[in-house]
């Protein structure tokens, strides 16, 4: 059982232009291994052999809140699971947070370079608090983004302040704790109270140093994703499965952890 935990599509009639305008933010660093569209995402799970995707959408703007909310309803599946990609800075944020909860979510994406907002700005807290004391898993794209420039708005040390500060629930920092910042990650992150996912991915950090996180952080806090499209399922599967890695964590790596935060039986 493989459940990826970072996963992106759009719908159909803007797919094609979502993707090229995504390729053009991108300067030529990724190419897609699919259309960005859930057939798409169906058929490169199948050739993986993933069963489960959780699809974070990102919120440009205050109106898309509502929007992904819908949208994601119509998809939602026993293989797809959408998270809420609601837009952080928005007048109405509470509103958004019950109208997810009212819809049957179980987490929120932010990004914190496409919705230009800093991680650890104390005026995102009480978004932040409200949502994950209502049961909401928050995740957050982390680190390097090739539509930013450095500093980047999220960081370890930012991720650390924010864990601190709030009264528990379940935040996520994706690519294993912020992209291209994987020495802060262990100097910072590592053994606080936050989920790391793995994706963009193995091929970047590598096995010596997703060895020497996991030994840190523990295997129970690590989720398997992939960023797809923007990753290969299959590569990052081969390179985690050839690691050297007890089969106890790679279980919970690919499958334990996630079932339990998206209660799945």
């Known amino acids: 059982m493989i459940i990826d935990f970072h996963t992106h599509i759009f719908p159909d009639s803007i797919a094609e232009r979502a993707t090229e305008a995504l390729k053009k933010n991108a300067h ?28 974070v959408p990102v919120a440009t703007k205050p109106a898309h809140s509502l ?30 947070v019950d109208a997810a909860i009212a819809n049957g979510y179980k987490g929120i994406k932010l990004h914190p370079e496409y919705q230009n907002f800093i991680v650890d700005d104390e005026r995102m807290f009480p978004l932040y608090d409200y ?7 928050l995740i957050f794209h982390a680190g390097y983004d090739p539509i930013g420039s450095a500093p980047f708005k999220s960081n370890p040390a930012m991720f650390r302040k924010v864990v601190r500060a709030m009264r528990g629930g379940t935040i996520v920092a994706a690519h294993l704790g912020g992209q291209q910042q994987w020495e802060e990650v262990e100097d910072k992150l590592v053994g606080e109270n936050i989920y790391l996912d793995t ?27 992939t960023d797809s499209p923007w990753s290969d399922a299959s590569v990052e599967i081969k390179n985690l499965k050839s690691w050297d890695i ?20």
């Open 28 to 55: 030529g660093e990724y190419a897609p291994v699919h259309d960005l569209t859930e057939k798409g995402l169906l058929k490169a799970m199948d050739e993986a052999g993933i069963d489960v995707s959780v699809v």
């Open 67 to 96: 929007k992904n909310i819908e949208w994601g309803a119509r998809f939602r599946s026993d293989r797809l699971i959408p998270f809420a990609g609601l837009f952080p800075d928005a007048e109405n944020w509470k509103r958004n």
């Open 131 to 137: 949502a994950l004391n209502k049961g909401m898993i």
């Open 199 to 225: 994706s963009m991915g193995t091929e970047y950090y590598g096995k010596e140093r997703f060895k020497s996180i996991l030994s840190g952080h523990g295997a129970d806090k690590i989720l398997f994703a």
């Open 246 to 265: 007890p089969s106890g964590d790679l279980e919970k790596i690919f499958y334990r952890n996630a079932a339990r935060l998206l209660e799945l039986n």
